[in-house]
């Protein structure tokens, strides 16, 4: 029995592969699109978006906070829309700042530098106003006793009140917005804690 075989013209078969080339190339970067919206700072893979109850937020920033030779920790700021200046971010609710530590630190340590960029941050009046929340806050954060090399802490503003977490675990709930517009500032005030940090925070 013959057979008849078709012979693809040369022009015809180059076109075709070009579009299965093509086709391929698609499909592998709309597999990948995704992971590579995720953003990696100082070793600390972090997520594009999380979800603080029904609300999803996005990756605003993130940098890495150094303290003379030392990697403290990473921060990232999640937010429902990008913001670019410390007065947008303050507009916006939920939202989250988070720290991926980087190295051991006791909680002393912590509830220092916290004071430190309160203090820089805010007037005598303003710190005066916000005095019981803040020492709440160092409550909390001494019951750490001490955070690890990654240790995740969160601090989410939502429903009118700062909620700290360790590890996913809750540690404890603060009321008030002008508590937590002073504690955003230490990381995006006038004399934030590091000057870089902050423009990554913001994205700018």
């Known amino acids: 029995m013959n057979r008849t075989v ?16 093509g086709g391929l190339v ?3 970067v709309g597999l990948f699109a995704g992971l590579a919206l995720a953003a990696e ?7 594009d978006k999380v979800s603080i ?3 999803e937020l996005i990756l605003n920033g ?13 921060a990232s700021l999640y937010l429902p829309q990008k ?7 303050l507009a916006k609710s939920p939202r989250r700042i988070q720290l991926n530590l980087l190295r051991t630190l006791f909680a002393d340590q912590l509830v220092e530098a916290l004071n430190e960029g309160l203090a820089e941050n805010n007037t005598t009046a303003e710190l005066a106003a916000v005095k019981p929340q ?5 409550t909390i954060m001494k019951s750490f006793k001490e955070v690890k090399e990654k240790d995740v802490i969160t601090l989410d503003f939502v429903d009118g009140a700062t909620r700290i977490g360790l590890n996913g675990e809750g540690k ?6 002008a508590f937590n517009q002073a504690l955003t500032k230490v990381w995006l005030g006038e004399k934030p804690v590091q000057a870089d940090l902050k423009k990554s925070l913001l994205g700018v």
Do not use: H, N, W
Not at 172 to 177: A, E, T
């Open 6 to 21: 078709k012979v693809m013209p040369a022009a015809s078969f180059a076109k075709s592969v070009g579009k299965s080339a």
């Open 26 to 28: 698609a499909m592998f």
């Open 41 to 47: 700072v100082g070793g600390v893979r972090l997520d």
């Open 53 to 55: 109850g029904a609300q």
């Open 62 to 74: 993130a940098g890495l906070r150094t303290r003379v030779v030392f990697k403290v920790y990473v």
């Open 83 to 89: 913001a670019p200046e410390l007065a947008a971010v």
């Open 134 to 138: 803040v020492d709440q806050l160092a």
């Open 172 to 177: 404890g709930s603060i009321g008030g917005d």
